[in-house]
Every structure is written in C-alpha cells, then in structure tokens.
C-alpha cells in the first residue's frame, strides 16, 4: 500500500477531485495548508500596480505586501495499492501541472498496515 500526499492550488481541488473519482479513486482526505516554496516572488511590483486601485480590500492589500507570505494550498492524502500509485499520481499531475512555480508537489510513502475502524478489516480491504 502507498499512501499519496498532494499540495496542490486551491483553485485545482475540485478538477482533481473529480478526475480522481473518475478514475476510481473517490476517496481521500482534503486539508486547508499554507506554504512556500523555495523560489523568493517579488510582490513588489505586483503590490505597486494593485495598490493604486481603489477600494482595495485591506486584507488583500496586506496580503500582497508581505515579501515572505505563505499560500494558500490543499493538501489532498489517499491510500491505494501499490499497483494503483502510478495511475493516482499521473492523475494529479495530469490535472496540476500548469509549467508555473507553485503548481505543487506529490509525496509517496510505503504504508505498513491499515486497518478499518468499523469492521476490523485490514491491508488491502481496510482502504477499499
């Protein structure tokens, strides 16, 4: 079993959402994250053009002029079968992938056991 961690847009959540469950995988979690990246953006000439605007919220304002500020991301997590891990992360990347900074990461981990809560089930049948 693999479990698949996602950091995607916020604004690609439900493409994936979607395109997951169209591929079988309609199941996972989805959590609100804030991050960064590596890549330092320069807010300032994007902050200068929007600040001449009127009637600009503060909290955008705010938002924009912080020089180190953390994104809104979505952090999406699901389990499958080992041989299901390529399909789910070709999947994300098929729905994510824009050729822009910030487009996401996917993590992949091996999980040594799962068990279902309700029934007692475990590995493979705890996650179908």
Excluded: W
């Amino acid at each position: 079993m693999k479990e698949i961690i996602a950091v995607i847009r916020m604004n690609k959540v439900n493409q994936t959402k979607d395109a997951l469950a169209e591929e079988g995988f309609p199941a996972f979690t989805c959590l609100k994250v804030s991050g960064r990246g590596k890549k330092k953006v320069d807010y300032q000439e994007i902050a200068e053009d929007l600040l001449k605007q009127k009637d600009i919220p503060n909290a955008v304002a705010e938002a924009v002029s912080e020089e180190r500020r953390l994104l809104a991301k979505r952090l999406i997590s699901l389990t499958v079968a080992d041989q299901d891990a390529p399909k789910v992360i070709h999947t994300i990347i098929n729905i994510n992938q824009t050729g822009n900074p910030g487009d996401g990461k996917i993590f992949v981990m091996s999980i040594g056991e799962a068990i279902r809560v309700r029934t007692g089930e475990t590995g493979e049948q705890a996650i179908v």
